[in-house]
Nanobody, 113 residues
Framework: VQLVESGGGLVQPGGSLRLSCAAS????????MSWFRQAPGKERELVAT????????NYPDSVKGRFTISRDNAKNTVYLQMNNLKPEDTAVYYC???????WGQGTQVTVSS
């Protein structure tokens, strides 16, 4: 299993980023996928989940209305569109296949003026 996250960077408050996660080594279209994030000194937090069919997603209140998860099963890729970013969104973001215990290296998102 390989998960490669990309698309992170430095953005000002109120800005947007689109994260991508390219998956390989398993039948991507059969698995629900999730995005997590981990800020320094904090536990890893689930921020979005999308079903294998593309129906989704579930979001915590902290990102609801600002983040949107999507997927392209033909490209074995899951995305996280993040709008109206806030400094508290600063974290390393990871994708994960539900029920597969494997993580990628993550992509850093820093929201700062």
């Amino acid at each position: 299993v390989q998960l490669v996250e990309s698309g992170g960077g430095l953005v000002q408050p109120g800005g947007s980023l689109r994260l991508s996660c390219a998956a390989s080594g398993f039948t991507f279209s059969k698995y629900h996928m999730s995005w997590f994030r981990q800020a320094p000194g904090k536990e890893r937090e689930l921020v979005a989940t999308i079903l294998s069919t593309g129906v989704g997603g579930n979001y915590p209140d902290s990102v609801k209305g600002r983040f949107t998860i999507s997927r392209d099963n033909a490209k074995n890729t899951v995305y996280l569109q993040m709008n109206n970013l806030k400094p508290e969104d600063t974290a390393v973001y990871y994708c994960k296949a539900v029920s597969i215990n494997s993580w990628g290296q993550g992509t850093q998102v820093t929201v700062s003026s």
